[in-house]
């Protein structure tokens, strides 16, 4: 899996699609294997992988100037198991960027587990070559606060603390802080959930094109 996209072979056929991540992978291979039992053939399960496109907010990369990039990954109930992928495929491919920063929320529906997953979360980012980590959360929920207190106690990576942002825009502490912090190489990951207030987190990358216009690169 690459930065524009993914290639792989199952059963001895090449396909690929033009997102990343092994999870994409997986889910194509689901897609494979239903349309085979449908009779489709390999062409045009081929040529029909090659045009998929993502829910809005998955993974979305954009560049800036200076060679900073920003990757936007926010759905609505992301799970413990894509939370640790999409980490993954992020220091994987984002491996020689000179400064590398990751800004992560809380996750929703871990039920009795929740607590656990937290503690793996926080033992599994202090593994990591980072060289910083935002935590975000609301004064309300207040749950990955707990993250953030392991990473400061068992590291020395460099980690934050902000409220998930109440209101989208440039007066908020989180997207000012990331707007004035984008000013030298690095890449940087924001691995956040939506609100249920009807809040969409992921208009944050639309706000930092507008705030950093001049800088931004537009995609060929």
Avoid at 21 to 33: F, P, R, S, W
Avoid at 193 to 216: M, P
Wanted: charged share 30%.
């Amino acid at each position: 899996t690459g930065k524009t996209g993914s290639k792989f072979k199952y059963k001895n056929e090449n396909y690929e699609i033009p997102v990343v991540g092994l999870h994409q992978i997986d889910n194509a291979i689901k897609v494979i294997e239903l349309s085979k039992a449908l009779n489709v053939s390999y062409d045009d399960i081929y040529e029909g992988l090659k045009t998929f496109k993502q829910s809005y907010d998955r993974w979305v990369v954009d560049s800036y100037k200076n060679d900073v990039t920003v990757v936007i990954d926010i759905p609505n109930n992301p799970s413990y198991e894509t939370l640790i992928a999409n980490i993954k495929t992020f220091m994987n491919l984002y491996k020689k960027a000179p400064y590398k920063r990751l800004c992560i929320s809380s996750i929703q529906g871990l039920g009795n587990f929740e607590l656990d997953y937290y503690k793996k979360i926080a033992k599994y980012l202090t593994t990591l070559d980072v060289d910083e980590i935002v935590v975000l959360d609301t004064e309300k929920d207040n749950k990955v606060k707990f993250i953030y207190d392991f990473i400061k106690q068992n590291s020395n990576i460099k980690t934050l603390f902000f409220e998930r942002p109440k209101e989208l825009d440039l007066n908020d502490n989180f997207v000012n802080y990331l707007v004035n912090s984008l000013d030298f190489a690095q890449a940087t990951l924001i691995k956040i959930q939506d609100d249920n207030n009807n809040l969409k987190t992921g208009r944050i990358k639309d706000i930092l094109k507008e705030a950093l216009k001049d800088r931004f690169i537009e995609r060929k």
